[in-house]
């Protein structure tokens, strides 16, 4: 995964497909040109799906395509003819992939777990056939609903790896080089800064049981405010359940780990509250180097209390299991990953779908078709006063009375609802 390009955050515009239009037609044989109305329904507008899949590892197809309509839906045709439903799009992501509405900043939803998939637009519905509105009044008749028509929105996909254990620690501490020691993973390790550029996985393997560390590439003090690879890799560690905090506790490189240990801890502090609240554990690594001793005496002392201290020569593997065993104790006290609720109030909707259009037959009734209508065809109790009432707001609201007057509607003229009849009264 190591240096090739990494992409973890992207904007897409996602649009489900428009619900076809229903058909307006007669049956005709020779001779007798229009027997019977045979218009079929439109096909509802294919949906756009979201689905985690383990084998994605960012985001990066998503930089190079950002639009994803899904298919409309055709039209209905004579005969009774449905039209074809339109073809769905789906979105795979790797898992642990939060999905925000770019207007708003809501959250729409995280998915988290390797097949889970779910549907972020619905397809616009079909609209009916004039077949369908035929009632023993009504036996011509001469409309057909339209399709649902859906609209576009902008989303920001962004990909927050699941690991339990996250490591942390300036560059060339040996990060990468524990993460190999305690896991199967191979990441790039070599002996100048930033080595590492994108986050690496391990499964690591204690007995019957595994955790996911993850190596990030190396913070440095200023990283909040963009030095170095800037904190932008640490929400990959956000939600791990513990970090190890990495040090290279010979001081090598001529810095102290006493002040290496604050200086990451403050920047952690910087990034959030809760990565500077997890758990940590600390991996004094480079132990075989000249010096370490030294520093580890001074370390423990001031730390001791606080901290497991763990002392490491990582490159050598020593020490590892000790650190694996212990991270392990830890975890096992720690409750399971959470998922990042979505925003309770936010749907991705389509505002257009309660809408209505008015037809008036050849008896002269006003006939309301369209999703607002069919919505409250399915809700509403004709003979529940409760539900009439309700209805009765609906359509006032909505301005479904006074487009009936603006239509030309009178007292006392027929209004058609579903299969329900009424007198109009302003
Ligand atoms: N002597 C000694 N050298 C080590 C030890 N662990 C790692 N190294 C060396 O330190 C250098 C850096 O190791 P990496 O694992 O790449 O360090 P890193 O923290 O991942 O570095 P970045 O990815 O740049 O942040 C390499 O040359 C390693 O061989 C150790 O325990 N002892
Ligand atoms: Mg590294």
């Known amino acids: 995964m190591d240096n090739k390009p990494f992409t973890d955050k992207v904007r897409v515009t996602v ?7 229903g058909m307006n ?7 007798k040109p229009a027997c019977g109305p045979d218009g079929g329904d439109g096909g509802d507008g294919g949906s756009v799906f979201i689905l985690a899949d383990r084998n994605m590892h960012d985001l990066l197809a998503y930089r190079f395509t950002s639009k994803y309509f899904a298919e409309n839906g055709e039209r209905g045709g004579s005969n009774l003819c449905s039209g074809k439903r339109g073809g769905d799009v789906i979105l795979k992501v790797p898992c642990g992939t939060l999905v925000r509405d770019f207007e708003t900043g809501k959250i729409v ?14 397809g616009g519905r079909g609209g009916k056939g004039n077949a369908r509105f035929t009632t023993a009044r009504r036996h011509a008749p001469n409309f057909a609903q339209k399709g649902t028509l859906t609209k ?3 989303l920001i996909l962004e990909m927050k790896v699941i690991a339990d254990v996250g490591l942390v620690g300036f560059p060339n501490v040996g990060k990468s080089t524990l993460l190999s020691k305690i896991s199967a993973a ?4 070599a002996d100048y800064h930033f080595t590492t550029l994108s ?9 019957d049981d595994t955790f996911v560390a ?8 200023g990283a909040a405010q963009g ?5 932008d890799f640490l929400r990959h560690i956000e939600r791990t359940r513990m970090l190890v905090h990495v040090l290279d506790m010979s001081g090598m490189e001529g810095r102290d780990p006493l002040d290496d240990f604050e200086k990451i801890n403050a920047e952690l502090r910087a990034y959030s509250e809760k990565l500077a609240s997890l758990p940590m554990l600390v991996a004094a690594n480079k132990c075989d180097c000249f010096g370490a001793e030294e520093n580890l005496k001074r370390f423990r002392k001031k730390y001791g209390k606080k901290y497991d201290i763990l002392p490491l020569a990582a490159l050598k593997g020593e020490g590892t299991d000790a650190l694996v065993k212990a991270c392990f104790e830890r975890l096992k006290t720690l409750p399971s990953q959470e998922r990042i609720p979505a925003d309770e109030d936010f749907l991705l909707e389509d505002g257009s779908d309660l809408d209505f259009e008015i037809y008036r037959d050849e008896n002269g009734a006003y006939t309301l078709v369209g999703g607002l209508i069919d919505m409250l065809c399915r809700n509403v109790v004709m003979n529940n006063p409760d539900s009439m009432s309700y209805f009765q707001r609906v359509l006032k609201k909505r301005g479904v009375f006074r487009a009936l007057s603006e239509a030309g509607c009178k007292d006392g003229d027929t209004v058609v609802i579903g299969e329900t009849e009424f007198e109009f009264y302003q």
């Open 15 to 21: 649009k489900a497909g428009n619900g076809g239009d």
């Open 25 to 31: 037609s007669f049956k005709a044989y020779k001779g």
């Open 109 to 122: 939803c995280d998915v988290f777990e390797h097949g889970e998939k779910i549907c972020l637009l619905e």
């Open 152 to 154: 576009p929105h902008i």
């Open 186 to 189: 191979k990441p790039k390790i």
């Open 199 to 207: 986050p690496n996985l391990g499964v690591v393997q204690y007995y």
């Open 214 to 221: 993850a190596d990030i590439p190396g913070l440095i003090e």
């Open 227 to 231: 030095a170095g690879l800037g904190h």
